[in-house]
């Protein structure tokens, strides 16, 4: 073999691109691996096909070009047959842009710029009338420039945590970027690799995968011959050989991800009530400007028909509430530019206020709640037939600190290598020549950390339990000086006898593992229910074990190892956790747990995170025993429900992109010597062909049963169309029922997750969804408010609303904070906007009729909006506002702008009127007009700047103090009559009469509709 790779070494069809091991470690690795695949136990079949695959997979067909060659790779990259994958989920700056910028709201504004621009060409003095499009055009650049930002940072999050692999080529491992791996690659798998595209395992050394991602399930799973790999799952430990079936958009995590972009997100309250404002506005506005235009033209009564087209331009400029769009736009900026400060990214500007009005948020498991590692709980001393008192992780870490048994700088370099040491040192009785001893409880607390840590000290890398004994124990271990004379063979940790060891140099030992491995019967059943206790908490037991003779030969366990403690661990819960829970439930937020895992392990998790309070009973239900929501709620759906079934039968014709004999026939490679060999290697990994269909199918979610409930059941075709509604219904009841009943759900499927959040939604609430897995995406996209952990998967990324940077779960407690201010202080300042709105559509369409020239300009309207609406506004919007969320946005904001908006409309017919008796010129009318609507303007900002502080008092006087010095000063710029001339007879005595005209029609409205503005402060 090694004569065959240094050949390989030389070969010339190896691609200069590619990083190539050095020759005499890929000979050895090599020699190593078809070992490992030929391992005695595998079937003699599996042996033959893994001989044949590693021996022939290159198109010179020599035993010396393992793997595939350049010429090879080369061809299935132009098949396409490449592992690019079309992401979903990213949108382009072109995208971005035309989204932003063609609007409705920049069309209509688009228009009426257009028109006053057109008539300013012959008349230069109305280019100031303009000044309205500006807002419409910084809007839709922080929409633009704040999405693209967020985009990049998410593109730069999604590199995979491993940008490179191993693959072999032409007779040696290379090192490539995922994207150039192609079909029917040998990937040399290692520890700690992710794997990023599907696969089947040829054969290795140990194994074991970490499909959370995919499935949400935290248990290791290890892999045997033929056995699926699939796309986003990590390797824990051990390594192997695998050969790549599906690349690129074929894979199964791929395929979760494409399903995901079909589905469509609620928009915010705050942007969807724009949004009607403005359709609806959009859909009035062209018959009211040609009606109003048409009617001044008609009665003639105009200066100039540039004049008429720009004053019919000020009323329809009026009735936008541009100023709103960009406030808001403005203010949800701010909220991103804050939460970026405690490291949390905020893809879309509504998310945040979503997020503040969520009553219901779901939570994964693992990756959300957990970090993915484990943790030590505690010790558990075992005295004979009894199990002592909890030696706590808190307890273990004060011994750590304060440095017991340390004598040379490490902790515990106190001997642990006699059996006398451990008889006198403790009160765990092990017989011994002199019998048994026992003592205090302190030096039983201080020996076992210091038996584990020089158990657990020097052992391999290993998987997530190994890694928590190392960090809890490692440090209690014997000091280098005395490590040779301590620990004379270390065992390691086997998936397949479940147990690690120590001997000692006085020939003793020590075992860690499966209890039902390591004891005797009789010893078993005594601890049996202590560890099943346990184990219903969520807890992971192992026992330590105790004899006083070497072993051997580690397939042959001496008899009777005698239990001196058990160690319980859990996984790890994110420190922030706890703070988060407590703080959401104290705002009435209900938490639920949604996570694949089992549900008591789950249920046990959420407690310990502090999910409930103490006292509250916590209710799980197994989502395995429920029924899937049928497929028909979503049509085309590649992953609808599957009925009550997790795996259903191999794909069919129906899915030509899933038929297994294209999925593992290598002869599209070239690969194989003679004509028969390709059948025989395909006919020979059928098995593992239908593992693979399995696996996908349990991710999935049955995809062919999705596409046809019937499928396999001739006589389903013939079930009537209300009847299946009826089951659909009656599925769907079941879902609202458990979601009202229970708290965590354990076992549930993608589907199931989605399908969750759907009932939540329709009983009323407003959801929140967290995960970090491929597993979760459907569901996120389904929720109200998404959150993902930016160590996940970068499709849970690209789908989320908010990514938490560092994964630090109390940056949503800002995040409320920030929704909270966005709603509360535009809900406050809408009402300014809104009024506007309201007296100029309602003024449009009455001076439609009325024999009179409206009496706006839109520069006047811009100096008016500006001090009354707009700086106002500003200021007040970015101001801390952390009260809870109330009622609906629209209909609060309505029930405070209708008065003022009316009173408007009335003080500016009397106004008309009265002018018009005292023989007004159309400017001073104009002049007087536009005073009022200042005034109505001043007294709302007064009513929504309550409570009045010293800053908000402030604020009003210098808006009032501008407005009089702009009309004082610049009175041509803005077509006006001076102030100080006959006009204020008119003017002085209407301000106290609007004032008293704006509290009868508060009283009116009230009145008239008392449900509506019952609650209008």
């Known amino acids: 073999m090694t004569e065959n790779m240094e050949a390989a070494a030389n070969n010339p069809n190896l691609s200069g691109g590619y990083v190539a091991v050095e020759t005499k470690e890929s000979s050895e690795i090599f020699s190593e691996m078809l070992a490992e695949v030929n391992l005695p136990s595998e079937p003699e079949a599996c042996r033959a096909v893994a001989e044949e695959l590693c021996g022939h997979l290159s198109t010179d067909r020599e035993p010396s070009g393992f793997g595939l060659s350049t010429a090879t790779v080369e061809r299935l990259t132009a098949e396409g047959k490449v592992n690019t994958q079309t992401d979903s989920n990213l949108r382009t700056n072109r995208q971005i842009i035309s989204e932003n910028l063609f609007t409705v709201f920049n069309l209509v504004n688009a228009l009426l710029a257009a028109a006053v621009f057109i008539v300013s060409l012959n008349e230069p003095r109305y280019f100031v009338n303009l000044a309205f499009i500006f807002v419409a055009i910084i809007n839709t650049a922080i929409g633009i420039i704040q999405e693209i930002r967020a985009r990049n940072m998410v593109a730069r999050l999604s590199i995979l945590t491993q940008p490179t692999c191993s693959v072999i080529r032409n007779g040696q491992i290379v090192e490539i970027p995922i994207y150039e791996q192609v079909e029917g690659d040998l990937v040399f798998i290692r520890s700690g690799d992710q794997i990023s595209a599907d696969g089947i395992f040829l054969g290795g050394k140990g194994l074991e995968m970490d499909e959370s991602l995919l499935t949400g399930e935290s248990d290791s799973v290890r892999k045997g011959f033929g056995q699926p790999l699939l796309s986003g799952t990590f390797a824990i430990a051990g390594r192997g050989l695998a050969i790549l079936t599906r690349v690129g958009d074929g894979t199964v995590s791929a395929r979760i991800v494409a399903e995901a972009k079909r589905i469509k997100k609620n928009p915010s309250q705050i942007f969807n009530a724009l949004d009607k404002l403005i359709k609806i506005i959009s859909l009035t506005i062209v018959p009211i400007g040609i009606l109003l235009l048409g009617s001044r033209l008609y009665a003639r009564n105009y200066l100039s028909i540039s004049d008429v ?85 808190e307890e273990i870490e004060r011994m750590k600190e304060s440095g017991i048994g340390a004598e040379t700088g490490t902790v515990a370099n106190a001997v642990v290598n006699t059996e006398a040491d451990i008889v006198a040192s403790s009160e765990i009785s092990i017989k011994s020549g002199d019998g048994t001893s026992a003592v205090n409880p302190a030096a039983e607390q201080r020996t076992l950390p210091e038996l584990i840590g020089a158990l657990v000290a020097g052992q391999p890398e290993g998987n997530a339990t190994q890694e928590a004994l190392n960090v809890a124990f490692a440090a209690f271990a014997p000091g280098p000086e005395r490590a040779d004379r301590v620990v004379v063979k270390q065992i390691p940790f086997s998936s397949a006898r479940k147990w690690q060891a120590v001997v000692f140099a006085d020939g003793s030992s020590l075992l860690l593992g499966a209890a039902e491995l390591m004891l005797s019967r009789n010893a078993l059943q005594l601890l049996l229910p202590e560890i099943n206790r346990l184990a219903a908490e969520g807890m992971r037991i192992l026992t330590l074990a105790y004899l006083p003779e070497p072993i051997d030969d580690p397939s042959q366990l001496p008899d009777d190892p005698q239990a001196i403690a058990l160690i319980a661990i859990g996984d790890q819960i994110r420190s922030d956790a706890p703070e988060t829970f407590a703080y959401f439930r104290k705002q009435q937020v209900e938490l639920k747990v949604i996570s694949g895992d089992n549900p008591v392990t789950v249920a046990a998790v959420a407690r310990r995170a502090g999910l409930t309070a103490a006292d509250t009973e916590l209710s799980y239900i197994d989502m395995s025993t429920v029924p899937e929501e049928p497929a028909g709620e979503e049509p085309g759906s590649a992953l609808g429900g599957s009925g009550t079934h997790l795996i259903a039968a191999p794909p069919t014709e129906k899915d030509p992109n899933f038929v297994p004999s294209a999925m593992f026939d290598f002869s599209f490679l070239e ?86 959040l759907r009932a939540l939604q329709r ?37 989320a609303d908010l990514v938490l940077i560092d994964n630090n779960m109390s940056a949503m407690i800002p ?37 009179w020239r409206y009496p706006i300009y839109p520069v006047q309207m811009t100096v008016i909006s500006s001090f009354t609406i707009g700086i106002p506004a500003f200021i007040l919007a970015l101001k801390s506002n952390r009260d809870r969320v109330k009622g609906k946005f629209l209909p609060k904001v309505l029930r405070r702008a209708l008065p003022a908006g009316v009173t408007a409309v009335i003080m500016i017919i009397l106004t008309q009127i009265v002018s018009r008796a005292l023989e007004f010129t159309p400017r001073e009318i104009s002049t007087v007009c536009v005073l009022q609507f200042a005034f109505v303007g001043l007294i709302v900002l007064w009513r929504v700047s309550r409570p009045i502080n010293l800053e908000r008092l402030l604020l009003w006087c210098a808006c009032a103090a501008a407005i009089v010095l702009a009309f004082t000063l610049f009175p041509d710029l803005l077509n006006m009559s001076n102030l100080f001339t006959h006009i ?34």
Not at 693 to 705: G, K, M, P, R, S
Not at 829 to 840: M, Q
Not at 1000 to 1009: K, T
């Open 815 to 851: 995040a409320v904070y920030e929704g909270r201010r966005i709603i509360n202080n535009i809900e406050r300042v809408a009402t300014l906007f809104l009024v506007k709105t309201i007296y100029s559509s309602i003024l449009s369409v009455l001076f439609i009729f009325l024999p």
């Open 984 to 1017: 204020h007879r008119i003017y002085l005595p209407a301000f106290p009469l609007t004032i008293i005209m704006y509290r009868i029609m508060q009283e009116l409205l009230l009145r008239l509709f008392p449900k509506f503005f019952a609650n209008h402060n």
């Open 309 to 393: 087209i720009v004053s019919t331009v000020g009323a329809l400029v009026g009735m936008i509430p541009e100023g709103l769009v960009l406030l808001t736009s403005i203010s949800f900026a701010v909220g991103v530019i804050n939460m970026a400060r405690h490291r949390a990214l905020v893809q879309t500007l509504p998310s945040i206020e979503t997020l503040a009005r969520v009553d219901v948020l779901c939570l994964d498991k693992t990756g959300t709640i957990t970090t993915g590692a484990m943790d030590v709980l505690g010790i558990y001393p075992v005295h004979g037939n009894d199990i002592g008192s909890l030696i706590s992780r």
């Open 671 to 756: 690969i194989f010597p003679t004509p028969d060999a390709a059948p025989t290697a395909k006919s020979t990994l059928s098995a593992a062909s239908s593992a693979e269909d399995n696996a996908e199918t349990a991710v999935l979610a049955a995809v062919d049963e999705a596409a046809d409930p019937g499928l396999g059941d001739p006589t389903t075709a013939e079930v009537s169309t209300a009847t299946a509604e009826d089951e659909a219904a009656a599925i769907r009841r079941t879902y609202d029922e458990i979601v009202a009943e229970n708290t965590v759900f354990g076992r549930v499927s993608p589907t199931q997750k989605r399908s969750l």
């Open 763 to 799: 009983n009323g609430h407003t959801v929140a969804m967290t995960g970090d897995g491929v597993n979760d995406v459907l569901a996120l996209k389904e929720a109200d408010f998404s959150v993902a952990m930016a160590s996940g998967a970068a499709a849970t990324r690209n789908s």
